[in-house]
């Protein structure tokens, strides 16, 4: 983070969190330019040659370009996240606890500034992106009780006169890697928990949102009072950067979000460090939405149409295979077809679009190429439109079945699947016939025979009655098979981020056995 001047009556300004109390910030200026980046405790140019454009993906607008960094930026950022660390690590929980507190007032006096940047450089909707501000100033508030609940223990001994301490440590420098469809909160669901137990983070978001996936954050910490160097961003080409980020010596930690063949090469080289790295990594999915034929339909209707087109279904948690059981397929794929269609496209700053441009080119035309391919495959299109620009309508499809592409890999966009099932097992069957295992959803009017099915769901996070777009601070977040390993969120992310060390004191001399016949315990 940058080094803050003397405080100045002009640099300061109010603001309310959520329980009513004002904070005093810093630095009231507006959230505007970008163009430098948070390296070593000072807000620089990248040394790299090249400049990253950033590009509003709706109007194709340039927002600013950055000058990069490269494996110099990287090396001076770690160092000094590494320094500032120490003297964190041993701050008081109440001084962690309150810079989290001041950056919730700080991002609820900024809101507007906040959810304009996320329509802008992500594509959001209005609706995706104030959804994106909640849950990133949720877990802001969550963040600021984190410092508290480091807990060391004791644990009795049998060795007379020792005392047996599990001390709980954060684990020092902590590098992370974040995506850029929920850029905000992507980052930070990493950054808050990491610094809140005494870590310091240097980031590296996606290059299509360097605003919102880490420079915003770093400018709401910072007028929040968190220390100088604690928090680096880094944009750079994960070409140029990407495998150093990861095999550095300094951080312990990798924490990933993105795809399953990026998080395989990030395993790798953790694995293959000179100092072994740990990982949390939260990869693809292939989310089943599950519809029973005893479900309410309606509800079944409007929780499948928010779970598959919120921010244009490019969400990992979005849901991927309609599975319908046969005797009310035709009657839930009238009414899906029909909602969808009612669907708002284009301009994402209108208060009720639904659905707003695809990040970019590159993304849009492989969905188009997808679309192309599942009609080859025999997949009946019952609802689609050529794109306008990057936004792309909604697109329905029947016929489908689970070996064929469009159900069997990660969408990524709005195209919606609607797989026919013969019985609620055969469902079963093909929900977790898949090597994905994020999220998934059941519908049923009967809670036990869903809590049931659901349990049996192979994915690491099942929800009845409801789709799987859903994101809580204090529960586990993460998936099975090829979905990731490590869990996000609550007691889960403080674990993720410290590590546990035996301290013992010998409170009296110690008698030691040096003879056979002397043991009475394997340790007296």
């Known amino acids: 983070m940058v080094a803050r001047s003397a405080s100045r009556s002009s640099d300061r300004h109010e603001a309310r969190v959520a329980d009513g109390s004002k904070v005093q910030t810093r630095d009231p200026q507006p959230y505007d330019r970008f163009e430098l980046l948070p390296i070593a405790g000072s807000w620089r140019h990248g040394q790299a040659d090249h400049r990253l454009v950033d590009t509003n993906p709706f109007t194709g607008d340039v927002l600013l370009e950055i000058k990069q960094a490269d494996r110099r930026d990287l090396d001076a950022a770690f160092a000094a996240a590494a320094k500032a660390q120490v003297e964190w690590a041993v701050s008081a929980p109440g001084v962690r606890a309150q810079v989290f507190r001041r950056a919730a007032g700080v991002m609820e006096a900024r809101r507007g500034e906040i959810v304009d940047w996320l329509i802008k450089e992500s594509g959001s909707t209005r609706l995706k992106a104030n959804l994106e501000w909640e849950v990133t100033h949720t877990v802001m508030l969550w963040a600021s009780s984190v410092p508290h609940a480091v807990e060391s223990r004791y644990i009795p001994s049998d060795i007379p006169g020792k005392e047996n301490q599990v001390r709980r440590k954060p684990v020092g420098v902590v590098g992370a890697i974040s995506p850029w469809n929920w850029p905000l909160h992507l980052s930070n669901r990493t950054i808050a928990p990491a610094l809140a137990v005494g870590n310091a983070v240097v980031v590296k978001p996606s290059s299509d949102t360097p605003v919102t996936g880490g420079l915003l954050l770093a400018k709401i910490l910072e007028e929040a009072g968190l220390p100088a160097g604690l928090l680096s961003v880094i944009v750079g080409a994960g070409s140029d950067i990407g495998d150093a980020f990861v095999s550095h010596p300094v951080p312990r930690v990798i924490s990933f979000t993105g795809s399953t063949p990026v998080g395989r090469r990030i395993a790798e080289l953790a694995a293959k460090a000179p100092i072994i790295k740990r990982i949390d990594l939260e990869l693809g999915g292939n989310a089943p939405f599950v519809v029973l034929a005893d479900a309410d339909l309606d509800q079944a209707v409007e929780a499948a149409t ?9 969400i990992c948690i979005a849901i991927n295979r309609l599975i319908v059981e046969e005797p009310v397929y035709h009657s839930f794929v009238e009414r899906f077809t029909e909602r969808v ?8 700053r209108d208060g009720d679009t639904m659905i707003g441009p695809i990040i970019n080119n590159s ?45 069997a890999e990660e969408i990524f966009g709005p195209l919606a699947p609607i797989l026919r099932v013969g019985s609620a097992e055969e469902a079963l069957a093909v929900a977790n016939e898949t090597s994905f295992g994020l999220s998934g959803a059941v519908f049923t009017r009967d809670l036990h025979r869903g809590v049931h099915f659901a349990e049996r769901m192979q994915v690491g996070m099942a929800h009845v009655n409801d789709q799987s777009v859903i994101d809580l601070p204090t529960c586990p977040f993460g998936g099975e098979k090829n979905s990731g390993i490590g869990r996000f969120n609550g007691s889960w992310a403080i674990e993720a981020f410290t590590t546990d060390q035996w301290l013992t004191a010998q409170h009296a001399p110690r008698g030691y056995p040096w003879s056979a016949s002397a043991v009475q315990g394997p340790w007296s």
């Open 306 to 314: 928010f779970g598959k087109f919120l921010h244009q279904g490019q």
């Open 363 to 407: 993304q849009l035309q492989k969905l188009m190429a997808r679309v192309h391919r599942a009609r080859d495959d025999g997949c009946k299109q019952v609802l689609g439109a050529e794109p306008d620009g990057l936004v792309l309508p909604p697109h329905v499809f029947v016929n489908v079945t689970n070996q064929m592409e469009l159900a």
């Open 341 to 348: 269609a009612r669907l708002k496209t284009g301009d994402p």
